[in-house]
Every structure is written in C-alpha cells, then in structure tokens.
C-alpha cells in the first residue's frame, strides 16, 4: 500500500514543473534556436527564405558598423559594472532606522519604477544644449554648452549614465533586502572580536551578500548588453550610427532594411556574447565557493 501511495507523490514534482518547463520551452528555448537557423537564411521577412550558410556572419564581420556597436556594448558593460558598488553604498546608507528613512528609500527608489522611455526623454531634456540642467550646471563653472547627443565623442556616455540611474536603484534594492536578511549571531560574534567598519564589512557583511551580488551583476550584465530603449529612445542610434549597440542594430538592420537573417545573426552573436559572459562568471564564483 505505501509503494502504491508513494508513486503518485514521486510524480507531483514533475505535475507542478510542467506548465513552467513547456512556456520556457516555447517561449524562451524555441525562438532562441529559431533564430540561430533563420540567421543561416537571406530572408526579407515576407517572402521566401533563401539559404546562404556563413554568408550572414562573414559578412556582419566585415561590417564596419558592427564593430562600432560591439565597442559601444563594450562601453556599456564596462561602466553599468558602477551600478553594484554604487547600488551597495547606498544601500547601507539607507539601512538604519531613522525619522523619514522610507521616504528617502522611495525617492532612490523611484528611477526604477518608470519606464526607459520615460528616463530616455527626462535625460533628453537634461542634456538640452539651449534649456538643459546639465549645460546649466557646468555653466557655472564657465564651461561652453555642450551638445551632448549630437557629439559623436560624448553620446555613448551620456545614455550610459541616463542607463545607469535606474539600473542603481535596482542594485540599490537587491542589497537592501539582502541586508535585511542578515544572519545577527555573526554580526554579534563579529563585534564581540573587535570587528568594526571596514572590517565587519568586508569579512561579515559581503559574503552574507554574495547571493545578492551575484544577481545584480548577472543582471547588470544583461541590461548592458541588451540595452536598447535609451538608444532608441534618445538617439535612434546618431549621429551617423554612432551610438550604436547591437540590440539596436539587429533591430534597425531587420525592421527597416528588411534583413531578418541578417538580424538574426546579430541577435545569435549578441546571445553568445552574453552566454559566455555569464557562463564565465558563474565559474569564478563556484570556484571562489569551494575554494
């Protein structure tokens, strides 16, 4: 009878993770390995697929604005990997129990609330040349108005950082959770020996938040790498596709030069980018653990 009454239960776990597995399945696993076969095709999005093998890639290698994206999602992930240090600082600057402390917490809070389109147009506005703060603000200082999305040297860091206001306040929101969930006994243990500052937070506090830290990078790195709104948004990819990224540029080369195949190549090696990325990190940190 036991026998008989444990294999119903043996198959509940597989009842429960079904309906997940087959929408992952559908809607995650399925068009990824669509789009790795349709980038071997020549396809304008209506008409007949035509097969060219390598062609697609060959060719996105010999492009040369291919490479002016890849170098701005470079720039991108270089510095979103500001938004965990800065997320953590100001974490623990809100985690003590003060008169109007919630308050404060909503106002960081804030940016990653709204949309991207939303911060894309306040950034817009802030780097106006003729009515912006930003011009207002290094006026004072007596430094010209700078153009700052119209200047092929500057735009890439001017949307990095419109990008990096909302990405903080998530960081800021992982560590502030993780810093609620904090094991007290070690904390305790850790005064008892003299530990303060610095210390405490470096050999106590740090490693409680590496679960933490461990999502916002992986999520830090993702947003860098399929950073598209704010380009969209601020620049449609100007002046003269300089700030370019390769969300972007998959988008621009599949929607409006009618070339899904050619799209979908980007998208394949943007994927394999991000995949190796993460793929190396999650190494590192397993290997840190057993160590």
Not at 65 to 81: G, P, S
Not at 95 to 113: T, W
Not at 158 to 168: E, R, S
Request: aromatic letters at 18%; a neutral charge.
């Amino acid at each position: 009878m036991q026998k008989l009454h444990s294999r119903p239960q043996q198959w509940m776990p597989v009842l429960f993770l079904a309906p997940a597995v087959i929408m992952f399945v559908v809607y995650v696993i399925f068009p990824i390995l669509q789009s790795i076969w349709l980038s071997f095709y020549e396809w304008d999005g209506i008409g007949e697929k035509t097969f060219v093998g390598f062609s697609n890639y060959i060719e996105l290698f010999d492009d040369y604005q291919f490479w002016v994206a890849l170098k701005n999602n470079l720039y991108w992930m270089v510095f979103f990997m500001l938004a965990p240090p800065i997320g953590l600082a100001i974490a623990l600057f809100l985690n003590q129990k003060i008169m109007g402390i919630r308050l404060v917490k909503s106002m960081f809070f804030f940016p990653f609330v709204i949309s991207q389109v939303v911060v894309g147009l306040v950034f817009s506005w802030f780097y106006d040349p003729s009515f912006g703060l930003f011009n207002k603000a290094i006026g004072l200082f007596g430094v010209e108005p700078i153009a700052v999305l119209s200047d092929e040297n500057w735009v890439t860091f001017g949307i990095i950082v419109a990008g990096l206001w909302p990405q903080i306040a998530y960081c800021m929101i992982l560590y502030l959770t993780g810093l609620n969930n904090l094991n007290p006994d070690q904390i305790e243990a850790a005064r008892l020996d003299g530990a303060h500052g610095w210390k405490m937070l470096r050999h106590v506090i740090l490693p409680q938040l590496k679960p933490a830290t461990f999502i916002a990078i992986v999520v830090t790195v993702i947003g860098a790498l399929r950073s598209f709104d704010l380009v969209a948004t601020m620049t449609s990819g100007g002046p003269f596709g300089s700030s370019s990224v390769l969300a972007y540029f998959m988008y621009e080369q599949s929607i409006f030069n009618y070339r899904a195949g050619y799209g979908a190549a980007i998208a394949t090696v943007l994927f394999l980018i991000m995949d190796i990325y993460i793929a190396y990190f999650l190494w590192r940190m397993l290997k840190s653990e057993k160590a």
